[in-house]
């Protein structure tokens, strides 16, 4: 079961709307579907907030660290509630998906993004679960670090926060462990198309004069 959520992003009102703090967006969200206040913790180095869920323990956590020594957090509350890292779940933006579109994933590279980069460094692994919130990419490269640190457009920040929306329906299936049923509700990233109604007889349009 997934024991600690971590949302990446970077601290500081100037950062609150930018793309690189999806990951704080997440963890927003679910903090306000469960009721619960994120409060400072100097011991973790971030926001923490804690829940029962089936008589365990499940951690909120956002590092306020800067994202480039995110690992220093989540390192520090894994350690002390000995949480392994196949039961942490790391939420972050995700160049190389679109807005509205997430994926779910366990281990991999940190593909050169700076949160990641410093968790594998501090946990001395990847081998943790990551939920990838599509930010899309500007299409070169460097105009990344100006594009993750900027506000999306007004449309792309309702996409994500449609994807945000949708990806909470699996922490139940997330702390239960039942991680294909997880990966099933956060990749169908859209509903289907409504079939077009069906016509009966005597419906047909008129043929063109």
């Given at each position: ?5 971590v949302?990446?992003?970077n601290p500081g009102?100037?950062y ?8 704080f967006?997440?963890i927003?969200a679910?903090?306000r ?5 994120l409060?400072?913790?100097?011991s973790?180095h971030?926001l923490?907030?804690?829940m ?5 323990p499940v ?5 306020q660290?800067?994202?480039n020594?995110?690992g220093?957090?989540?390192?520090a509350l ?8 196949h039961e942490?779940l ?6 190389d998906v679109?807005p ?8 991999g590279s940190?593909?050169?993004h ?6 594998h460094?501090?946990l001395?692994t ?7 919130l599509g930010?899309?990419h ?6 990344v670090?100006?594009?993750v640190l900027?506000?999306?457009?007004k449309e ?6 449609d994807?945000?929306a949708r990806?909470l329906?699996a922490f139940p299936?997330l702390v239960?462990g ?5 990966t099933?509700l956060?990749h ?8 077009p109604?069906r ?5 047909e349009?008129p043929a063109?004069?």
């Amino acid at each position: 079961m997934i024991k600690l959520f971590v949302g990446l992003g970077n601290p500081g009102p100037e950062y609150e709307a930018t793309r690189h703090n999806a990951g704080f967006w997440w963890i927003d969200a679910l903090a306000r579907e469960r009721k619960l206040t994120l409060v400072p913790e100097r011991s973790y180095h971030g926001l923490v907030a804690r829940m029962q869920v089936g008589g365990q323990p499940v951690w909120l956590l956002e590092p306020q660290t800067f994202m480039n020594l995110s690992g220093k957090s989540v390192a520090a509350l894994a350690r002390f509630f000995k949480i392994e890292p196949h039961e942490i779940l790391v939420v972050h933006d995700e160049l190389d998906v679109v807005p509205g579109q997430a994926k779910l994933k366990r281990g991999g590279s940190h593909a050169g993004h700076n949160g990641l980069r410093d968790i594998h460094a501090q946990l001395g692994t990847g081998d943790y679960w990551r939920l990838r919130l599509g930010i899309g990419h500007p299409g070169v490269k460097s105009e990344v670090i100006g594009w993750v640190l900027k506000k999306p457009l007004k449309e792309q920040r309702e996409a994500i926060e449609d994807a945000i929306a949708r990806t909470l329906h699996a922490f139940p299936a997330l702390v239960a462990g039942e991680m294909d049923k997880a990966t099933l509700l956060i990749h169908t990233s859209k509903p289907p198309r409504p079939k077009p109604p069906r016509r009966e007889p005597g419906d047909e349009p008129p043929a063109p004069a």
